[in-house]
């Protein structure tokens, strides 16, 4: 199961790519990241430049996965995604800190081939009601028992956002089973508005 997630969030991140390249298309996003469809095709779908090839896009695409997942305060209440333009790096979602979004920019900066970072990251803002649902929901997720094995992971598979006690939910879980039961848990926290629920499932 460990080998299994050392690659979770770069699926993380392709199914944030994807997502975006339906909507560009003019056709309705995909209900939420991460990944339908293997990476490699979207990247190559997406990733349209006369300056660069596809293969030289696919390198930096993966290069900039590896500098987001490396960051060292990127957890489990931040969900950051993006896209390719050439050689530009479009970044977006949500992140909790107000540092990690310029963490974030410069990180991508320095990887070789990316020529200009925008950055699109939304700081979420703060609040004693939203910090507590997340952090209850984050117990309610990672404490129960069917999906405790999600938890104590290098990069958590399973994201809470939340913005004025609306959850969204995105990452990777391994059954249709486990993304109900994450629904449900989120459900039963206390003054949570609404949960949306943008997991996919992603077999081990």
Known sequence: MGKTYRSIAIVIFCGLFL????????????SGPPVSTPPVGGVQNQMQSEQVSPEAQQAIFKKVVHA??????????????FRLQGRTVILEGQVLTSSLKPDAERAVKKVEGVDKV????????????DQRIREQVR????????LFKYSNLP???????????????????????????????ANQVRDVLSV????????P
Request: proline residues 11%.
């Open 139 to 146: 117990q309610a997720i990672y404490t129960y028992g069917p």
């Open 155 to 185: 990069n958590p598979p399973i994201r809470i956002i939340v913005k004025n006690a609306r959850v969204t939910l995105t990452g990777v879980v391994d059954t249709e089973t486990d993304k109900g039961l994450c629904t449900m848990r």
């Open 196 to 203: 949306t629920n943008n997991l996919k499932v992603v077999k």
């Open 19 to 30: 997502m975006t390249a339906g909507a560009q298309e003019g056709q309705p996003p995909i």
């Open 118 to 129: 925008v950055n699109n990251l939304e700081v979420l803002p703060p609040g004693p009601i």
């Open 68 to 81: 987001i997942v490396m960051l060292p305060y990127y957890g489990v209440y931040d969900n950051i995604g």
